[in-house]
């Protein structure tokens, strides 16, 4: 059984910082493409970043480039998102999914596995 569990969310001020991980599970991690999803209250789910199977390329909204770094570690079945600068338009529930084919990373419809989300809330 798949399982993507998401830690590390919280309450900040804005201009602050976290640390998003997911911890996947019952899936041969390196096969996967793996990306980080939000959905704001109200709103669609976006992307938000993405990383190919190696870790060796890196995807991004335009709307966190230059403030969020995604990142993997095949070795521990982690996928980690840094936060930096973050912003009140970053409150959205974020969540962590597992692309199996080599469909659109950035389409959320293309994934084939979802964790429960943590919840983000930054303060003005």
């Known amino acids: 059984q798949v399982q993507l569990v998401e830690s590390g969310g919280g309450l900040v001020q804005a201009g602050g910082s976290l640390r998003l991980e997911c911890a996947a599970s019952?899936?041969?991690?390196?096969?996967?493409?793996m990306s980080w999803f939000r959905q704001g209250p109200g709103k669609e789910r976006n992307f938000v970043a993405g990383?190919?199977?190696?870790?060796?390329?890196?995807y991004y909204a335009d709307s966190v480039k230059g403030r969020f770094s995604i990142s993997r570690d095949n070795a521990k079945n982690m996928v980690y998102l840094q936060m930096n600068n973050l912003r009140p338009e970053d409150t959205a529930i974020y969540y962590c999914?597992?692309?199996?084919?080599?469909?659109?990373?950035?389409?959320?419809?293309?994934?084939?596995?979802w964790g429960q989300g943590t919840q983000v809330t930054v303060s003005s």
């Open positions: 999914a597992a692309l199996r084919s080599w469909g659109n990373l950035k389409n959320a419809r293309e994934y084939d596995h």
């Open positions: 019952g899936l041969t991690f390196s096969n996967y493409r």
């Open positions: 990383v190919n199977w190696s870790g060796s390329y890196t």
